[in-house]
């Protein structure tokens, strides 16, 4: 098969480029890390990371498929977290999970109704909301500590959001639980995105706010839909952290907003709005993980590790756009 | 559940164990250590500095340092996950939160790596905290605690001024050690009467100078500034100099404390514009754990009780001797590189 | 009478955007003096044939000669300071500019002041309002008003002002009389002869062959990306020409044939 | 109301209402504490320092782009300027700390330009690549100046104070007036505009919109990279972590002064307004003892309403925004 016959198949999926930089860079890994990075203990403790980031950036997908962007997730991730912690020890898992999501959702409102209300870009409501946020978790844990003590943490319910792993077996130490919500949050998604009239709206928004409203999608709506389900899905990610930490400081979710947004952006999803790939920003994420696993168990010394990031950040942008450049070409 | 992690954990102990029998006595080591001191902390020179001397006694030994940059629990866990990944031979690593590290660490001990716990302790009691071999290190809270009142001593002495306000100025309003340090000094100055502070300053220098000066212009009786960290001294320094509050160590207006034994902070007593600071004996925490997770592992060695290598007041008496000590780690041109005054 | 020697001249033009074939072997000549219209339905590639004239796209393969001389390098600079000027649809004002800063926008006037070059208002405002007075713009619109007050037909006749104000060689006007009333159309075509009648090339695209048909010298007629059709308006009649245009490219394959 | 409205046109006008309401608010609840002469001087001084970041964030914000890097490069550029001065002089490393700014900014607005990237990812990796340089090059702790180097005229020129004003406050007040007559009276202002307005539209008249985002990226990063050169000239005591998080501040900053991130309108006085914004609630918050935390609560707070307010004067000002 010549190069030229990948060239549609490259075309029509916008994710095959993150695909293609995945592969290399496992490859790479594997070929330079002699076993250490490769192992099923690492290989688990980067499907975690990829659990809670993945959640996160699968709802930022779908906010930069209307063609909007929500950078506050990384403090509705910790709000979300404090919540369910606080609340834990003092109720219970089950109902602290679910006041954590609700907190998450009514976030995800207060941006979308200030974007779709008011017109305000979103890049700043949500930059509003991060520094809202982040400072509000900041103030609470100088007055509460956040935290679930190791050998209370056995009761099923901690054991379903994100506290423990499952398929144990031999050396391999399983797989967190958290990863199995995201699977799920992955399949409905994916479902709701592909074959429910949902998705068609919500890519017709972001395509074309104004043809999709001529043809009676309500785009408000729809935006204040991706919103919410942004901020469930943040919160979810942030319970599911807080359940398999046990702890939380005022600083959980720092900086994760933006690597969803390099996830989004790196899976193929267009900044502009009306195409997302959903299993592409998942890779993504799984190549922003791997790469952060890479730099730790090479040992980088940590003031390389932040420039070798945004480098290969770049990079693998750079890489992908010029991929699909490439195939877009006769 | 359990099951299967027991015989996890013996089939990888039956691996350690017969890998260790067939590379007879020259076997390589890889210790691993997990810091929460990044690389915007100057701190994190004395650790890969005793690193770097523990290479070069054990030459047979790899070690190895990794932080996070902008600490935060949640990365912290992360990086002992991936570190505990690469099945080093031993580990240290500072107990900042004993929840959240409890679960890795457990698993990391019941895999037969050996842990040490170095500058932040598992504070609980002692059949609960995580089963590490030992603790080298000196206490976040204490470091705050001797340092009040040591300032009271010298108050009481009339050296300094009573205290009647004291702001904690910390850097990373996030820090669990940090915070325990401001803890200590609020319980140090319970009961003067004086009134008690904490202060999210950043580690942006002029949005520092700038919080700090709006601060103290806003709360007068301020008189004790406890800086943190030692990079932030000469900035409130200057800011209470340029308030004309005269900050150096004399009579009358303000007195600043601060922590480490980096070159800035006993440069900062030598010209007496510090009362004091705190070692906590930042060389010996990195390589004593390092010495330790050794024994263990050629001798079976497990000391019996926790290595406390600080805190110690350094103050006008003794820096001059804290100066040639650090000198003679860093080297001349490292040490006064780091003197920012 | 046109020049014998054309002043812009297409051969065997292509054009791809990623698959699609958008120009598909174009060869035409322009001549100066000479008033063409450019005839066809939507998507037959009139815009796109232009875009290239004026500097947006650039050829995949073929060439283009510019006053007997090969264009190399294609950008929108290149082609104004050549004296190509274009006035499309739906580009060329920015909202948020006045309208004395869009008249000028890319080749703005300016007057030393201590050595500095800034921005020379007086004359920029003066040559502007003096075109938006003739074009019949409201009384209450002045030169220092932001385009987005303006209405679309306003804003076509800012356009063709514009175009009109710079001596140039070459005006291509993209749908000119779009979102016109009655008057104003007239008025622009109006202009369009003037241009061409001071030795100007004018080519003008349009879907109305019946309107074009009275002011154009030749007709040319694209239809997929291809040239179908290229007479001059003595030779076929608009009844004619619209007929070509309703059997696509079908009719001149019946006629070679 | 017709001349409020006209008034109302300029972008930078919902700033001046915001700094009038904050200035009356401010005298109400804290009249002593805030007319003196020592807290305006001191937030006066930041706002300096802000500001002058948050006019180059606004030219971006003004061509359609963003810069998130713009906290990194102010650290870079001081610190080269600091750890460079040993070798090269005071004049040799200003220059290279200057040079090394306009490096980073031209690098980015090729990557955004050229490599077709959004400028959101492009700076975002600046952000990161930039603070990682500082870290692996200074190795945690950065060195002071030397009393020579301190008592420099270059360095009195750009620290220092004149006739009782920072320096800083008169450098950030020229720069203001330079690049506001820049982008109002030149044809690169011309250009921007019209690139930040409709870039198609610009393209199409001939403006090389290209060479335009770069050359105001380059410009921000310079802006940036001028202000660490200043702070550190007054206050050459500083940490690896200079310039942290100030791309929020910057940002936040420019936003309230009214920059549309849609492109193409801004205002520079604006962004500095918002600057002082910013810097007064710093203080007041402090001062009304709110626990310091709480700070970037109110930024966000006051980042919100401002666009908002910004948005709804626009409109009644019959602007189409």
């Given at each position: 098969m010549s190069l030229a016959a990948l060239k549609p198949i490259i075309r029509k999926h916008s994710e095959i480029g993150i695909f293609l930089v995945a592969v290399f860079l496992v490859l790479f890994f594997v070929a330079t890390s002699e076993g250490r990075w490769n192992n099923a203990y690492n290989i688990s403790t980067i499907l975690q990371v990829t659990a809670t980031l993945g959640l996160m950036t699968l709802g930022v997908a779908l906010v930069i498929g209307t063609g909007e962007i929500d950078i506050s997730v990384g403090s509705t991730f910790g709000m979300a977290a404090l919540i369910y912690l606080f609340l834990a020890v003092r109720v219970d898992p089950a109902m602290a999970a679910f006041a954590a999501v609700a907190a998450g959702a009514a976030i995800g409102a207060f941006n979308g109704l200030l974007v779709t209300r008011t017109g305000t870009p979103s890049l700043i409501v949500t930059l509003g909301s991060l520094m809202i946020f982040r400072g509000l978790a900041i103030a609470l844990t100088s007055g509460f500590a956040f935290s679930v003590p190791y050998k209370d943490r056995g009761a099923l319910s901690y054991f379903i959001l994100g506290g423990d792993n499952l398929f144990r077996i031999g050396t391999f130490p399983g797989v967190n639980t958290g990863f199995l919500w995201l699977i799920a949050g992955l399949v409905i998604l994916s479902i709701a995105l592909k074959l429910m009239p949902f998705g068609n709206h919500l890519l017709a928004a972001g395509g074309s706010a104004a043809s999709a409203h001529s043809r009676g999608v309500r785009v408000d709506r729809v935006k204040l839909r991706a919103f919410i389900i942004c901020g469930v899905l943040a919160g979810l990610a942030g319970v599911l952290e807080a359940g398999k930490l046990g702890s939380a400081d005022g600083s959980m979710g720092r900086m994760m907003e933006l690597q969803a947004t390099a996830s989004c952006v790196l899976g193929g999803c267009l900044l502009a709005g009306g195409r997302i790939s959903l299993v592409g920003a998942l890779m993504g994420t799984f190549v922003l993980s791997s790469i952060q696993s890479y730099l730790v168990v090479r040992a980088i010394p940590p003031q390389w590790f932040i420039v070798l990031l945004g480098l290969i950040v770049v990079l693998a942008a750079l890489g992908d756009r010029k991929l699909r450049q490439w195939a877009l070409k006769r | 559940m359990q099951v299967a992690k027991k015989v996890a954990a013996a089939t990888l102990l039956a691996t350690v164990a017969m890998t260790g029998a067939a590379m007879a006595q020259e076997e390589n080591y890889r210790f691993v250590m997990v810091s929460h001191i990044g690389s915007n902390d100057a701190n994190m020179g004395w650790l890969t500095e005793s690193l770097k001397t523990f290479e070069e006694k054990y030459p047979n030994v790899k070690t190895e340092y990794i932080s996070t940059n902008n600490y935060s629990v949640q990365e912290h866990v992360r990086l002992l996950e991936q570190a505990i990944a690469t099945n080093p031979d031993g580990i240290a690593v500072p107990i900042v939160d004993s929840d959240a590290f409890e679960g890795p660490l457990r698993r990391a001990i019941e895999a037969g790596i050996p842990v040490v716990a170095f500058n932040i302790p598992d504070g609980r009691p002692e059949g609960e905290r995580i089963p590490y071999l030992t603790y080298v290190g000196g206490d976040e809270y204490l470091t705050g605690l001797h340092l009040g009142q040591y300032a009271l001593a010298q108050a009481e002495a009339g050296n300094i001024p009573a205290p009647t306000g004291v702001v904690c100025a910390s850097h990373d309003a996030a820090h669990q050690g940090l915070k325990a340090r401001c803890a200590g000094m609020n319980a140090a100055m319970e009961g003067t009467g004086a009134k008690f502070e904490e202060l999210f300053i950043g580690a942006e220098p002029a949005a520092a100078r700038n919080t700090l000066q709006s601060f103290l212009q806003a709360n007068p009786d301020t008189n004790y500034i406890f800086t943190v960290a030692g990079w932030s001294s000469p900035w409130a320094w200057d800011v209470a100099n340029d308030m004309g509050l005269s900050p150096d160590v004399d009579n009358e207006g303000v007195t600043i404390l601060t922590v480490d034994e980096a070159p800035v902070s006993i440069e900062g007593i030598r010209a007496g514009h510090l009362l004091a600071a705190n070692s906590q004996g930042f060389w010996l925490q990195g390589y004593a754990p390092m010495e330790w997770l050794y024994w263990n592992k050629t001798l079976g060695y497990e000391p019996k009780a926790d290595i406390l290598t600080g805190p110690v007041i350094i103050n006008a008496e003794n820096a001059d001797k804290w100066a040639e000590l650090v000198r003679s780690v860093f080297g001349d041109e490292e040490y006064d590189n780091q003197n920012t005054w | 009478m046109p020049d014998a020697k054309p002043l812009i001249q297409v051969k065997n033009l292509n054009l791809y955007f990623g698959n699609f074939?958008?120009?598909?072997?174009v060869s035409v000549d322009f001549h100066a003096g000479e008033l063409v219209g450019l005839v066809g339905d939507n998507g037959a590639g009139k815009t796109t044939l232009i875009r290239v004239l004026c500097g947006i796209h650039k050829p995949t393969d073929g060439e283009v000669y510019f006053d007997g001389k090969l264009v190399k390098e294609f950008h929108p600079k290149l082609a104004i300071d050549q004296g190509i000027e274009t006035i499309q649809q739906s580009v060329g004002?920015?909202?948020?500019?006045?309208i004395a800063r869009n008249f000028y926008l890319g080749r703005e006037p300016v007057r030393k002041v201590l050595g500095i070059p800034l921005l020379d208002f007086a004359k920029m405002r003066g040559e502007a309002t003096k075109v938006i007075r003739a074009f019949g713009l409201r009384d209450n619109v002045s030169a220092d008003d932001e385009v987005e007050r303006l209405s679309g037909g306003e804003r076509q006749s800012v356009k063709i002002g514009r175009a009109v104000e710079f001596k140039n060689r070459v005006v291509i006007m993209d749908e000119p009389t779009n979102h016109l009333s009655v008057r104003e159309r007239e008025h622009v075509n109006e202009l369009a002869l003037q241009l061409r009648n001071q030795g100007l090339l004018v080519i003008y695209i349009t879907h109305d062959i019946f309107q074009v048909h009275k002011l154009a010298d030749r007709i040319v007629i694209m239809e997929n990306g291809e040239k179908i059709e290229d007479a001059s308006t003595d030779k076929m009649s608009a009844e004619a020409l619209e007929e070509v245009i309703r059997q696509g490219g079908r009719v001149v394959e019946k006629m070679e044939s | 109301m017709t001349f409020l409205r006209q008034l109302a046109k300029s972008a930078g006008f919902g700033s001046v209402v915001g700094v009038g309401v904050m200035l009356i608010a401010f005298t109400l609840i804290d009249f002593s504490g805030w007319w003196t002469a020592r807290t305006l001087s001191n937030v006066i001084h930041f706002t300096s320092i802000l500001g002058l970041i948050a006019i180059g964030q606004a030219l971006v914000i003004i061509s359609k782009e963003i810069d998130l890097s713009v906290g990194s490069v102010y650290g870079l550029a001081g610190i080269a300027f600091i750890t460079l001065e040993p070798s090269l002089g005071v004049p040799g490393s200003m220059a290279a700390a200057l040079a090394i700014a306009a490096l980073c900014g031209l690098a980015q607005g090729i990557l955004v330009v050229w490599g077709g990237l959004p400028s959101m990812i492009v700076t975002l990796g600046g952000l990161f690549t930039f603070r990682g340089v500082i870290y692996v090059w200074t190795g945690g702790s950065v060195r002071n100046f030397s009393t020579d180097a301190r008592e420099h005229w270059l360095t009195r020129l750009f620290g220092g104070e004149f006739l009782g004003f920072e320096n800083a406050l008169l450098w950030m007040l020229l720069m203001l007036a330079v690049l506001s007559v820049v982008l109002k009276l030149t044809r690169f202002g011309n250009h921007l505009l019209a690139t930040g307005g409709s870039a198609e539209s610009a393209e199409s008249r001939g403006v090389r919109i290209d060479r335009v985002k770069i050359a105001t990226f380059v410009i921000c990063s310079l802006m940036a990279g001028f202000a660490g050169i200043i702070t550190l000239a007054d206050r050459p005591q500083t940490h690896v972590t200079i310039g942290d998080l100030l791309e929020l501040e910057a940002i936040s900053a420019a936003v309230i002064g009214g920059?549309?991130?849609?492109?193409g309108r801004g205002s520079l006085i604006g962004a500095v307004l918002g600057a002082f914004i910013v810097t007064s609630f710093r203080y007041e918050l402090i001062a009304l003892g709110a626990p310091s935390s709480w700070f970037i609560t109110f930024v966000g707070i006051v980042l919100i309403v401002a666009v908002i307010f910004n948005q709804k004067l626009a409109r009644w000002a019959g602007h189409n925004v």
């Open positions: - | - | 074939h958008a120009l598909k072997n004002l920015c909202d948020n500019l006045s | 920059c549309l991130l849609s492109g």
